[in-house]
């Protein structure tokens, strides 16, 4: 059975720091690209970052892009999102996503952890 646990989110003020953690079970991560995506009150779900293997470049939105950055540890099977100059739109709940291989295998999605930034 494969799990993603993300922990890390809270109240946060306004330009403070904090970082997400993603733990995965069941499957390794080390060949797979995993991705934080966020989610605020009445609106869809959005890529911020991705994680990819090792050797590519990470990606970012253009709403994060210079102040988060994402990272993974392969050997603890984890991945963060360290995330800086937080404000009131960064206010979320932060999924990490494990993206299928190809066509024909499964993603994976935690249960997200809220994050809140008060201004």
């Known amino acids: 059975q494969v799990n993603l646990v993300e922990s890390g989110g809270g109240v946060v003020q306004a330009g403070e720091p904090l970082r997400l953690s993603c733990v995965v079970s069941g499957i390794t991560i080390r060949d797979r690209p995993v991705g934080w995506f966020r989610q605020a009150s009445g609106k869809g779900r959005e890529i911020v970052a991705s994680?990819?293997?090792?050797?590519?470049?990470?990606k970012y939105s253009d709403r994060v892009r210079g102040r988060f950055t994402s990272s993974r540890d392969n050997a603890q099977n984890t991945v963060y999102l360290h995330m800086n100059s937080l404000n009131s739109e960064d206010t979320a709940i932060y999924y990490c996503h494990l993206f299928p291989l190809n066509n024909a295998s499964a993603g994976y999605w935690g249960q997200g952890t809220q994050v809140t930034v008060s201004s």
């Open positions: 994680v990819p293997i090792d050797g590519l470049e990470p």
